[in-house]
Nanobody
Framework: QVQLVESGGGLVQPGGSLRLSCAAS????????MDWYRQAPGKQRELVGS???????NYADFVKGRFTISRDNAKNTLYLEMNSLKPEDTAVYYC???????????????WGQGTQVTVSA
C-alpha cells in the first residue's frame, strides 16, 4: 500500500531552521501535486504551500518568503525548508499527495501522519 511518512520535526528556538521531509513509499507509478499543511492546537488545518510534478510552487502569505518547498522525484520525497521560524509556526505539519499506484486506473489523495514542529525559547 502507498504511505506518506513525514520526518524532521522537533523543537527549535525562534529564528531557527528545520527541514521537513515527506517520503512516499509503496507501489507507486506517479506522484502529481504535493502539498504541505499544518494544524495548530485549536485551529483549522491550513495549506502552507504546494508543488507540482514539474516543480512549480505556490505558498501561503504567512510564509513571507521564509519557507521553501521542493521535491526529489527520483526519491518520491517532498521537502519543506523552514527558516526564521516563529512561535506562531508551532503546529503539526502534514504532507498530502496525489498518487497513482502501480496497476491502478485512478489517482487518489494520501495524507501523512504528521510531524510536530515546536518553536519556543
Amino acid at each position: 500500500q502507498v504511505q506518506l511518512v513525514e520526518s524532521g520535526g522537533g523543537l527549535v528556538q525562534p529564528g531557527g531552521s528545520l527541514r521537513l521531509s515527506c517520503a512516499a513509499s509503496g507501489s507507486i507509478l506517479s506522484i502529481y501535486g504535493m502539498d504541505w499543511y499544518r494544524q495548530a492546537p485549536g485551529k483549522q488545518r491550513e495549506l502552507v504551500g504546494s508543488i507540482t510534478s514539474n516543480g512549480r510552487t505556490n505558498y501561503a502569505d504567512f510564509v513571507k518568503g521564509r519557507f521553501t518547498i521542493s521535491r526529489d522525484n527520483a526519491k518520491n520525497t517532498l521537502y519543506l525548508e523552514m527558516n526564521s521560524l516563529k512561535p506562531e509556526d508551532t503546529a503539526v505539519y502534514y504532507c498530502y499527495a496525489d498518487i497513482v499506484a502501480v496497476s491502478a486506473t485512478y489517482q487518489a489523495g494520501y495524507w501523512g501522519q504528521g510531524t510536530q514542529v515546536t518553536v519556543s525559547a
